[in-house]
């Protein structure tokens, strides 16, 4: 039981290159997640997908588009690479609406961009 | 606005102290987690505190939730050098499928 994966582990982009994170769960979890983490800023929301065939903005959606490709696959795409999206990405799972919601994180992945 | 403040957001202190870090919200939200981040790894749940008057524990860890006052505390205990991580508290708004995260408060326990 792997939890929640995440591929790359480490990128570095030129500006305006763009690239796909991709996260995958195995614990049958309704809900996924994209955040970012920037120095003392906590997380920040960037997409969700609450079930299967949906996706909603989260708080910094901007220059982000997000698939959720089937129940395990959740991934990320930025489509022109900027220094300010410079940051570690986590994406995350839970039960949907539960009150056993607790979100369960992959590894993150760390960005650079240049 | 929805707010989550933690308190302090830097703390350094000897093994075998007490001391609690604060959180507090600006909704309402009868849900609050607790998360903990070694340096450079991911978030590792702790707690999930569900209603007014809530308190859970766990070794050396006690987090308890005040809902009225809008406000979760974690207390460590005679605190361990292994305790040493950045603590999150996260706040589900009622009104919100959204989590709305803390900024962290960094915990160094000196032997």
């Known amino acids: 039981n792997a939890g929640v994966t995440q591929t790359p582990k480490f990128q570095v982009l030129k500006t305006g290159q763009s690239m796909t994170l991709q996260c995958a769960q195995d614990m049958n979890h309704n809900s996924m997640y994209w955040y970012r983490q920037d120095p003392g800023m906590g997380l920040r929301l960037i997409y969700y997908?609450?079930?299967?065939?949906?996706?909603d903005k989260g708080e910094v959606p901007n220059g982000y588009n997000v698939s959720r490709l089937n129940k395990r696959e959740f991934s990320l795409r930025l489509e022109s690479a900027a220094p300010s999206q410079t940051s570690v990405y986590f994406c995350?799972?839970?039960?949907?609406?539960?009150?056993?919601?607790?979100?369960?994180f992959g590894p993150g992945t760390r960005l650079t961009v240049l | 606005e929805l707010k989550v403040e933690q308190n302090p957001l830097f703390l350094s202190m000897q093994e075998g102290k007490n001391y609690t870090i604060y959180c507090n919200y600006s909704?309402?939200?009868?849900?609050l987690y607790w998360y903990r981040q070694d340096p450079g790894k991911s978030l590792e749940s702790l707690f999930v505190l569900l209603s007014n008057g809530a308190v859970k524990q766990e070794g050396r860890l006690m987090a308890s939730l005040d809902t009225k006052a809008r406000l979760s505390t974690l207390h460590i205990t005679a605190a361990v050098h292994d305790l040493s991580a950045t603590y999150f508290c996260?706040?589900?708004?009622?009104?919100?499928?959204?989590?709305?995260w803390g900024a962290g408060t960094k915990l160094i326990i000196k032997p």
């Open positions: 995350a799972s839970s039960v949907y609406l539960s009150s056993s919601d607790t979100q369960y």
């Open positions: 909704t309402t939200s009868d849900r």
């Open positions: 996260a706040v589900r708004p009622d009104s919100n499928y959204q989590l709305i």
């Open positions: 997908s609450a079930s299967e065939g949906t996706t």
